[in-house]
């Protein structure tokens, strides 16, 4: 992506600044290598977090490997610099209990006297497909194929030609459809499916796990998470799971050790 670009660039300029200005890229050794990452972490005067430490390191080998597998240089001077891999905590997921719970509320407010049917189609719709929050948010009522031969579809789309690859086709749930139609003929829909802020449907949300009782503030990533659990504890197959959440096959080995962490907590509690 565009920032992953710019990250490599602000680390590769941070190499520069370090090394004195007359030393020529083939003169460039692993002892130069190991002190500018030492002096990133202990004498910059800058925190360097544990995750950007290791990104500054896949940046300098990836460059340097880059250099000698073209011929620049005859010497790969970043092949025994130590590669420093971190991976972010766990996310926290719902319980299937409290899955449960938060689709009960969401229904009462479905039902109740001054119905609203937003957030049970909202939530429903998530815990169902693991989309993201700015997929939630671009999707329009033409993203939902009621009628598809194999039962009803939600089309993820990206108008950026760059992002093509994470578009995908979900099934949806029966019972989301009739949740749906009720939802459609609430709100008169027109170009977006969701017509509120982001921060008006995160406080839908936050009233479903309020009404639950629950102390975890639900979220669209909480959401994400748990669906792609719930897929992962049923069996489904794990390329399905990783197509699904439109994710690449890089990414897919973080969050699959993640999962299998994540069932066995649920398991033994």
Same mark, same amino acid.
């Given at each position: 992506?565009?920032?992953?670009?710019?990250?490599?660039?602000?680390? @590769? $300029? =941070?190499?520069?600044?370090?090394?004195?200005? /007359?030393?020529?890229? %083939?003169? +460039?050794?692993?002892?130069?290598?190991? *002190?500018?990452?030492?002096?990133?972490?202990?004498?910059?005067?800058?925190?360097?977090?544990?995750?950007?430490?290791?990104?500054?390191?896949?940046?300098?080998?990836?460059?340097?490997?880059?250099?000698?597998?073209?011929?620049?240089?005859?010497?790969?001077?970043?092949?025994?610099?130590?590669?420093?891999?971190?991976?972010?905590?766990?996310?926290?997921?719902?319980?299937?209990?409290?899955?449960?719970?938060?689709?009960?509320?969401?229904?009462?407010?479905?039902?109740?006297?001054?119905?609203?049917?937003?957030?049970?189609?909202?939530?429903?719709?998530?815990?169902?497909?693991?989309?993201?929050?700015?997929?939630? @948010? $671009? =999707?329009?009522?033409?993203?939902?194929?009621? /009628?598809?031969?194999? %039962?009803? +579809?939600?089309?993820?789309?990206?108008? *950026?030609?760059?992002?093509?690859?994470?578009?995908?086709?979900?099934?949806?749930?029966?019972?989301?459809?009739?949740?749906?139609?009720?939802?459609?003929?609430?709100?008169?829909?027109?170009?977006?499916?969701?017509?509120?802020?982001?921060?008006?449907?995160?406080?839908?949300?936050?009233?479903?796990?309020?009404?639950?009782?629950?102390?975890?503030?639900?979220?669209?990533?909480?959401?994400?998470?748990?669906?792609?659990?719930?897929?992962?504890?049923?069996?489904?197959?794990?390329?399905?799971?990783?197509?699904?959440?439109?994710?690449?096959?890089?990414?897919?080995?973080?969050?699959?050790?993640?999962?299998?962490? @994540?069932?066995?907590?649920?398991?033994?509690?």
């Amino acid at each position: 992506s565009p920032h992953t670009v710019k990250a490599f660039l602000g680390d @590769l $300029n =941070l190499l520069i600044s370090f090394l004195p200005p /007359d030393r020529s890229i %083939g003169s +460039i050794t692993t002892t130069d290598l190991n *002190n500018f990452l030492e002096w990133m972490q202990n004498d910059r005067g800058v925190p360097c977090s544990p995750k950007t430490l290791a990104r500054r390191i896949t940046s300098i080998k990836s460059f340097f490997r880059w250099l000698h597998s073209n011929g620049v240089i005859l010497v790969d001077p970043a092949e025994k610099v130590v590669q420093k891999s971190v991976i972010s905590p766990l996310p926290t997921v719902l319980t299937p209990q409290e899955v449960e719970a938060i689709i009960d509320i969401a229904d009462r407010f479905r039902q109740g006297e001054n119905a609203d049917t937003r957030y049970y189609t909202l939530v429903t719709l998530l815990l169902a497909t693991g989309i993201k929050k700015g997929e939630c @948010l $671009n =999707l329009s009522p033409n993203h939902v194929e009621l /009628d598809a031969p194999n %039962g009803p +579809i939600l089309f993820v789309r990206y108008a *950026n030609p760059q992002h093509r690859y994470k578009e995908r086709k979900i099934s949806l749930p029966e019972d989301w459809v009739e949740a749906y139609q009720e939802y459609e003929k609430n709100y008169h829909l027109t170009d977006r499916l969701f017509p509120w802020s982001p921060r008006r449907l995160e406080y839908l949300l936050e009233d479903l796990s309020d009404g639950a009782g629950l102390e975890k503030h639900l979220s669209f990533d909480m959401c994400r998470w748990t669906c792609a659990l719930m897929d992962w504890r049923s069996g489904m197959d794990h390329n399905k799971i990783r197509q699904k959440q439109g994710i690449s096959k890089v990414q897919w080995r973080e969050v699959k050790m993640k999962l299998h962490k @994540l069932e066995k907590q649920i398991t033994e509690n």
